[in-house]
């Protein structure tokens, strides 16, 4: 029992801001998620993107406005790791924890079977001899692999995917886009930010744009590129807010 | 809350830090040891008070340094390799994390101040035995040393944890408490003495037995005192992670 609302929202984003200092990375941006969908987030290098994903997951605290999974705040849901699973930094492992260790770490904290790490591995297929070895001595991809594993630990409804495809190697991509659409399909949600924008056009139903923590598109993939392609409506949409 | 002491202890458990701190901890203490009862004169090193002198300034000390490194890792390491993320998304109730951390660095912080304790006895009787020297500690001494040393290695875990919950940064946390155990407190200890007995590493000497000048003679108000440095540090380290941001 996850005591999920999945009446609610996946994600529902209400006019969210958060300073740090004098500098704004998210000003008034609003946006919802439906159940059944993959969302690209995109966006320049600080955009707000990464600032936003850590907003709705709790690990910063809004300056106003409010970002809400399943109807209310991360910190409030009753088992989070069964309702969110997430990528941020491709980086967050000790380097000298096996990655199996990474993964029985977190499914001891959240109550998962150790069983399921093996499912998880398995899935992201990310073999025994690897999963016993160090993270440090893991390349780029293998990091990304494990990182999906972990979100995918929880058997979650909704995944935040920061720059998952970052290091995959071809056959990564195709494998991460084709587990994308089946966890869609299956009526998850994924909010995925990627610079690679074809990547994007080929697995995501809608497309958010922002630029200086402002939204500047919301659009299902067709209706924004209008016959362009998603690299001219995104650089159009960017100049114009740059000028 | 239990499933996040068990899945704390695990990463106790699963990096090689704490085997390094232990062998760190048996190394250190056996050599400083050994040069007191190598080094000093006989004069210095023949009676009861002398011994139990030798063996709390260096089991003691050393120990407390190690179960606070011990603490501020538990926090810091996490933070210097992102894990604090991944930690905090299964567990976004702050609180529970650093409730559990403290729960188990406790622990493991009372194991690292009885080894280092243990280590001083050890090797100090040794070496004073090999020298010649009789060895005049009661086993109430030692039994004071152990206990005390693994009451205040526990409570300087919790200091620990603390002062890394709130610095961060793993380096000025540990430049931080080491500048603290061995500098400021040994200035204190000379210049200041009615002071000195107040400050928490003369508290854990005062726990392990210490008689001189600067110490406090009752156990019971260095253990009260010493726990509410621990409560006041893990209290703090507690608030500071429930109010500020993780990058």
């Known amino acids: ?243 | 809350m239990i499933a996040q002491i068990r899945s704390e202890a695990y990463k106790l458990a699963t990096t090689r830090t704490n085997a390094g701190i232990a062998a760190a901890i048996v190394g250190l203490v056996s050599l400083a040891v050994l040069l007191h009862a190598f080094g000093l004169p006989v004069e210095k090193l023949g009676n009861q008070y002398q011994q139990r002198g030798i063996f709390i300034d260096v089991g003691v000390n050393l120990g407390i340094l190690f179960a606070a490194l011990l603490g501020a890792l538990s926090i810091t390491s996490e933070f210097r390799t992102g894990t604090i993320r991944p930690t905090l998304l299964v567990t976004p109730r702050r609180a529970q994390v650093i409730a559990a951390k403290t729960l188990c660095v406790l622990l493991a912080g009372a194991v690292t101040g009885v080894l280092a304790a243990g280590t001083a006895a050890g090797a100090g009787s040794i070496g004073l035995t090999i020298r010649g020297v009789t060895v005049e500690l009661t086993a109430g001494d030692v039994t004071r040393l152990l206990v005390g040393a693994g009451a205040a290695g526990a409570l300087w875990a919790a200091i620990g944890l603390g002062v890394g919950a709130v610095i961060r940064a793993q380096v000025p946390t540990i430049v931080g408490l080491f500048a603290w155990v061995l500098f400021i407190e040994n200035v204190l200890g000379g210049d200041l003495p009615s002071a000195h007995r107040f400050v928490p590493g003369a508290l854990a000497q005062a726990l392990g037995g210490q008689v001189r000048d600067g110490i406090l003679t009752s156990a019971a108000l260095a253990a009260v005192l010493l726990a509410g440095y621990a409560a006041v540090a893990a209290i703090t380290g507690m608030s500071a992670m429930l109010r500020r941001d993780v990058a």
């Open chain 1, 1 to 243: 029992m996850t005591g999920l609302d999945t009446a609610a929202d996946p994600v529902v984003v209400e006019r969210l801001t958060k300073r740090y200092g004098r500098t704004t990375a998210v000003e008034d941006l609003s946006f919802t998620l439906n159940a059944g969908t993959i969302t690209g987030f995109l966006g320049p290098n600080g955009a707000g993107k990464s600032t936003t994903l850590r907003l709705l997951l709790g690990l910063a605290a809004p300056t106003s406005g409010t970002a809400f999974v399943f109807g209310r705040p991360y910190a409030e849901l009753a088992s989070p790791a069964r309702a969110v699973g997430a990528i941020l930094e491709s980086g967050d492992f000790h380097p000298a924890r096996a990655g199996r260790g990474h993964l029985r770490m977190l499914a001891l904290a959240a109550g998962i079977g150790w069983e399921r790490v093996d499912e998880v591995l398995d899935r992201v297929e990310l073999g025994a001899a690897a999963a016993s070895r160090p993270v440090r001595t893991y390349s780029m991809g293998m990091r990304q692999r494990l990182g999906l594993a972990a979100a995918l630990l929880g058997n979650p409804r909704l995944l935040l995917l920061d720059e998952p495809i970052n290091g995959l190697d071809p056959t990564g991509v195709h494998w991460l886009r084709t587990a994308l659409r089946g966890f869609a399909a299956d009526g998850g949600t994924v909010l995925v930010s990627s610079h690679v924008l074809a990547e994007v056009a080929q697995t995501v139903d809608r497309v958010l744009i922002i630029n200086g923590g402002r939204l500047l598109a919301d659009a299902a993939i067709d209706e924004l590129a209008g016959g362009r392609n998603l690299e001219d409506a995104y650089l159009q949409l960017t100049a114009e807010a740059a000028s």
